[in-house]
């Protein structure tokens, strides 16, 4: 467990995540479906799941927060400013 601890405050671990949750918006997939997908995986009992899953669900939900609220600001913007 200390090592998933370690993980969880090292910022490289973090934005390896982050930059394939960033891909996958680029590639224009469904984000609220691969997180969804991936937390109904951990919830699964009879699944077997890794703990950094749980890590990768930790990471994907704020960073998929973020991108929509930058999707949001990006919107408001008028094409003249």
């Not at 969804?36 to 899953?53: G, I, Q, V, Y």
Request: proline residues 4%.
């Amino acid at each position: 467990m200390d090592l998933l601890w370690l993980q969880r405050w090292n910022f490289i671990e973090r934005a390896k995540l982050e930059r394939q949750l960033w891909d996958a918006f680029e590639q224009g997939q469904d984000l609220e479906r691969l997180v969804t997908e991936l937390r109904n995986r951990l919830e699964d009992p009879s699944a077997e799941t890794a703990p950094f899953e749980r890590f990768r669900l930790e990471v994907w939900s704020e960073c998929l927060r973020r991108i929509r609220k930058i999707e949001a600001t990006m919107k408001d913007r008028s094409p003249n400013d």
